[in-house]
């Protein structure tokens, strides 16, 4: 006799930082349609990984090829959308290289994912820890961040970069013919960047990264 399905909450951890979103569900058996698009991304996953070559470009390289190619323009530092991408990628440093300098706040433990309250309490925290790194000197880690945009009509694709850390990621929004417009220019921006042969060696965050554009 088959068992119930039971209610849960999923964490998922966000891209450009340690930000935590639960979402409320019954556990069920994934739909026919997403196993077929799972297994036809590993496909294409695995056919990117024999496409990829060593050639590199510097980050310095990369911008000037956006500017070139695709008006790339850079995002004023007093404007919010940087500020907070800067400190989501503070939080994401710190917690990587330099988690010793928050304290007890370093190790949140999780919640108990069936109880409201345990879930209240960690998010409480998660924010009490944002907004205690975000109060933070600068010079607690180097950075050298840039935010730019490239914009098509009302909708814009982002590029953050860090010249100290060697970061580079892209995020875009948009209607459906827009996202396509922005799933070819991240595609191709991350084919310039390029990877080297010791990325493609020790498959580092660099060559994981242009594998992923070349699959979607």
């Known amino acids: 006799m088959k068992g119930k399905s039971k209610s849960g909450v999923s964490i998922i951890g966000g891209a450009d ?8 569900g019954r556990a069920q058996k994934r ?20 496409k990829v070559v060593a050639g590199e470009h510097t980050l310095d390289e990369l911008v000037q090829y956006a500017k070139n190619s695709y008006n790339l323009i850079e995002t004023n530092s007093s ?23 928050l304290g007890e706040m370093k190790d949140i433990p999780k919640p108990n994912i069936y109880n409201e309250k345990s879930i ?8 009490a820890r944002r907004e205690m790194i975000a109060e933070m000197p600068d010079n607690v880690i180097p950075m050298k961040f840039h935010l730019y945009e ?13 010249y100290i850390w060697n970061i580079f990621a892209i995020s875009y929004s948009g209607n459906k013919k827009v996202m396509k417009q ?10 310039f960047y390029g990877v080297s042969e010791d990325d493609i060696k020790k498959k580092t965050e660099r060559y994981l990264s242009l594998v992923t554009a070349l699959s979607s």
């Open 79 to 101: 404007e919010r959308k940087y500020i907070e991408q800067q400190n989501n990628l503070k939080e994401s440093l710190i917690l990587q290289h330099k988690p010793e300098i």
């Open 150 to 162: 490239i914009r098509i009509g009302d909708d814009s694709l982002e590029m953050d970069i860090d």
């Open 182 to 191: 922005f799933q070819k220019i991240s595609k191709d921006l991350y084919i």
């Open 31 to 50: 739909p026919l349609k997403v196993r077929i698009r799972s297994i036809l991304y590993r496909f294409k996953r695995k056919i990117a990984e024999k």
């Open 120 to 127: 209240r309490e960690y998010l409480c925290k998660i924010e």
């Open 17 to 24: 930082g340690p930000t935590s979103i639960f979402i409320a």
